[in-house]
């Protein structure tokens, strides 16, 4: 089955700094990557995807970039402010099958 | 974006008991819902998979008499938890899928279980 690594665990960062969060797949029929933003005791919500016809996708501050070639995925987020502070999560899936299969999750910090 | 609820919000009951947990999508027509499991500081653990009108398709390792998944209607899943035991305190959310092509999950606010 599909193994998804994701680094770091916890990222610290200024605000108004740059925050770069790195995950890896091992299935590579996998083809759709989604990024969840949990905070705590709230239900995850996708803040971006990509699918691997692409290579790279931005909304606003958030980008995400894919390289089929070495399995990885990364999300930015720029000008980071405080509420950007929560659990973010990658998740990889195959486009015709069902399951998503989620990182292991990193908690960022925005500090004022 | 499409709405999905969780009942109850939080459960606490005595070990050896049965809990039944409803997921639904309010808005939209979910032909397949995921149950994931989340421990404190942890990621989201895929439990099954829904799909309506058949059976629910377990990960390895779940054990499929211990947490009993039924989706009766296209927009309701339920998760039973039978003979519930300490370990099997944690947070359960389950997500629904408008799409079958990869398409966004909807996850609903999880519902907490406390086992005595």
């Known amino acids: 089955g599909e193994n998804v690594e994701q680094h770091p665990s916890t990222l610290s960062v200024q605000e108004g700094d740059s925050a770069v969060i790195k995950c890896t797949y091992s299935?590579?029929?996998?083809?759709?990557f989604p990024w969840y933003k949990q905070e705590l005791g709230k239900r995850p919500q996708l803040i971006i995807d990509?699918?691997?016809?692409?290579g790279e996708k931005k909304d606003q501050r958030i980008a995400v970039t894919l390289n089929k070639t070495a399995k990885h995925f990364s999300l930015h987020i720029t000008e980071t402010q405080p509420e950007d502070s929560a659990v973010y999560f990658c998740a990889a899936s195959q486009g015709t099958g069902n399951q998503f299969y989620f990182g292991t999750g990193t908690s960022l910090t925005v500090i004022p | 974006g499409a709405v999905v609820s969780q009942h109850p919000s939080w459960v606490i009951c005595k070990s050896g008991t049965s809990v039944k947990i409803e997921c639904r999508s309010l808005?939209?027509?979910?032909?397949?819902m995921f149950w994931y499991r989340q421990f404190p500081k942890q990621s989201l653990m895929l439990m099954a998979t829904s799909n309506e009108g058949s059976k629910a398709t377990y990960e390895q390792g779940v054990e499929k008499d211990k947490f009993l998944i039924n989706h009766a209607s296209l927009t309701l899943s339920t998760l039973t938890v039978t003979s519930a035991h300490p370990e099997d305190s944690s947070f359960y959310i389950c997500s629904a899928r408008v799409r079958l092509d990869g398409g966004e999950q909807f996850f609903g606010p999880g519902t907490r279980l406390t086992v005595l």
């Open positions: 990509i699918r691997s016809n692409v």
């Open positions: 808005d939209f027509q979910a032909t397949t």
């Open positions: 299935d590579s029929a996998s083809n759709y």
